[in-house]
T-cell receptor
Framework: GAVVSQHPSRVICKSGTSVKIECRSL??????MFWYRQFPKQSLMLMAT?????????EQGVEKDKFLINHASLTLSTLTVTSAHPEDSSFYIC???????????FGPGTRLTVT | GQNIDQPTEMTATEGAIVQINCTYQ??????LFWYQQHAGEAPTFLSY??LDGLEEKGRFSSFLSRSKGYSYLLLKELQMKDSASYLC??????????WGAGTKLIIKP
């Protein structure tokens, strides 16, 4: 149980375009979903936390207009990287939690390369 | 401030035992998690401790001392596939996890 999927697994896009990443909880309804990014050999960096039906809470330094998060249902959250630039190239990972002690279950991640 | 410390890298031999330590200072505490992350993959949940003591799960055990702000992950009978990063994370009580930078474990034959 507690499976989270993420799509796409890899995406290459041109600078200036937008990319949407989907995160789905397949066998449970997620109370909260989280979006992280991870640069090579670095730790996870939380970007934002979202609850279904409400606005996402962004971490300091994360531009909410650049990284649009939509948490439309208890099983789906999307992250849109708008006007992507090469420095946005990273590994983006979503996670979801639904019950105490609220451990987070991670999707497989999306590797974004902006050329 | 909130801080989680764990060693950057450790090396161990196949078949041996290794202990990965984690110390934390957080404003709240609702439990401590250990995750495993293989290179290029997302983290996977290993263990959760909220009470003092040792939790054993097969070859992996996790220990917590809340008074000392200390935890360790113990891996026994090491296998090559255990080569990965091990992340310590503390729940501060608001659903969010405060993450350590991770310990890269290298297993040698």
């Amino acid at each position: 149980g507690a499976v989270v999927s993420q799509h796409p697994s890899r995406v290459i896009c041109k600078s200036g375009t937008s990319v949407k990443i989907e995160c789905r909880s397949l066998d449970f309804q997620a109370t909260t979903m989280f979006w992280y990014r991870q640069f090579p050999k670095q730790s996870l960096m939380l970007m934002a936390t979202s609850n279904e039906g409400s606005k996402a809470t962004y971490e300091q330094g994360v531009e909410k207009d650049k990284f649009l998060i939509n948490h439309a249902s208890l099983t789906l959250s999307t992250l849109t990287v708008t006007s992507a630039h090469p420095e946005d190239s990273s590994f983006y990972i979503c996670s979801a939690s639904f019950r105490e002690p609220y451990e987070q279950y991670f999707g497989p991640g999306t590797r974004l390369t902006v050329t | 401030g909130q801080n989680i410390d764990q060693p950057t890298e450790m090396t161990a031999t196949e078949g041996a035992i290794v202990q990965i330590n984690c110390t934390y200072q957080t404003s709240g505490f609702n439990g401590l998690f250990w995750y495993q992350q293989h290179a290029g993959e997302a983290p996977t949940f290993l263990s959760y401790n909220v009470l003092d003591g040792l939790e054993e799960k097969g070859r992996f055990s996790s220990f917590l001392s809340r008074s000392k702000g200390y935890s360790y992950l113990l891996l026994k009978e090491l296998q090559m596939k255990d080569s990965a990063s091990y992340l310590c994370a503390v729940s501060g009580g608001n659903y969010q996890l405060i993450w350590g930078a991770g310990t890269k474990l290298i297993i040698k034959p």
